[in-house]
């Protein structure tokens, strides 16, 4: 049996997943093992579950340690945000969904993530992400998203973190604390704490985690 070898640059982009897990896009692969322990995990699950839908609101502060003052110095920018959250449970431990988060002013802040560090004007900026979710306990809530930040000036692609401890206060309603991170790409970074209330739709004493 006789075997070729292919000498020269080695191929690149043959296979469905090629270049999503290239060098330099590892939230990309972080994102596909979660994707696929999800369905492991769904595949998995005992005894009858019924989908949830829960659409929440949520107000805080983000946070960013690059902001600029109106003399042009540094200072850390602590801004007013809304949050309006969409979470679909299609599993015990795993659901997914849209956040939504709205800066209702106009500020300035430097694009630490690049070499070339510019000061660059946000106005009044929307950033929506996909998340997904891990719940491991009936409190806890871990996600990761992509999503982008749009302004009129210049819109950034980002990708968020998020931790969520939640509380049910009666009949599907509950608090919740946000705690997240964003990072939008070749810009600048933002941390983010809030505090919200959410209603879930189709709960039932069958979909409780014990």
Not at 92 to 109: A, M, N, P, Y
Request: hydrophobic share 40%.
């Amino acid at each position: 049996m006789m075997f070729s070898k292919v000498k020269g640059t080695p191929v690149k982009g043959i296979g469905p997943f090629s270049g999503f897990c290239a060098p330099g896009s590892s939230f990309g692969c972080m994102l596909m093992i979660f994707i696929l322990l999800a369905g492991a995990c769904l595949a998995q699950e005992t005894g009858r579950f019924h989908p949830e839908h829960n659409v929440g609101i949520n107000i805080g502060h983000e946070h960013s340690f690059h902001g600029i003052d109106e003399d042009g110095d540094s200072k850390t920018s602590i801004l007013p945000y809304w949050g309006i959250d969409y979470n679909f449970r299609f599993a015990r431990k795993f659901s997914f969904g849209l956040h939504i988060d709205l800066v209702l002013e106009t500020f300035e802040v430097e694009k630490n993530l690049e070499k070339a560090e510019t000061v660059v004007t946000r106005t009044r900026p929307v950033a929506p992400a996909l998340m997904g979710f891990y719940k491991p306990t009936e409190h806890w809530s871990f996600g990761l998203g992509m999503g982008a930040e749009l302004a009129k000036e210049e819109s950034f692609v980002l990708n968020r973190a998020a931790v969520e401890y939640g509380v049910e206060i009666r009949k599907g309603w509950e608090v919740y604390g946000v705690f997240q991170y964003d990072i939008r790409w070749k810009a600048y970074d933002t941390w983010t704490i809030g505090l919200g209330i959410g209603k879930t739709f189709g709960k039932n004493k069958r979909n409780s985690d014990e």
